[in-house]
């Protein structure tokens, strides 16, 4: 069964960086599009960031654009996500999330199998 590992969580101070990984237990990592998610306390799990197979099509929801970015290692079975400039608001538990496909979307029907996720709290 395909594992998904988050790591990379904290308390950070706005404005500043954190980098989220995800690391996958299957040997056919490469051939799936890979997704951030991150849910809020009270309110529903959103989309954030994903990514395509080779790293084609990264996309983002507008109020991460600019400050995000998302990369994948094939070789590393790892998905990256680059968190610049935080905002108090990006406070959320975030999960990363194995597509269906090669191709990414931006919806959580699209994807499979998701981590245990990794706490971000950014403190104003």
């Known amino acids: 069964q395909v594992q998904l590992v988050e790591s990379g969580g904290g308390l950070v101070q706005a404005g500043g960086s954190l980098r989220l990984s995800c690391a996958a237990s299957e040997c056919t990592f490469s051939v799936y599009a890979m997704g951030w998610f991150r849910q809020a306390p009270g309110k529903e799990r959103e989309f954030v960031a994903a990514?395509?197979?080779?790293?084609?099509?990264?996309s983002y929801t507008d109020s991460v654009r600019g400050r995000f970015t998302i990369s994948r290692d094939d070789a590393k079975k790892t998905v990256y996500l680059q968190m610049a400039s935080l905002k108090p608001e990006d406070t959320a538990v975030y999960y990363c999330a194995r597509g269906r496909s090669s191709w990414s979307t931006a919806r959580s029907i699209d994807y499979t199998t998701w981590g245990q996720g990794t706490q971000v709290t950014v403190s104003s």
């Open positions: 990514i395509s197979v080779r790293g084609v099509n990264p």
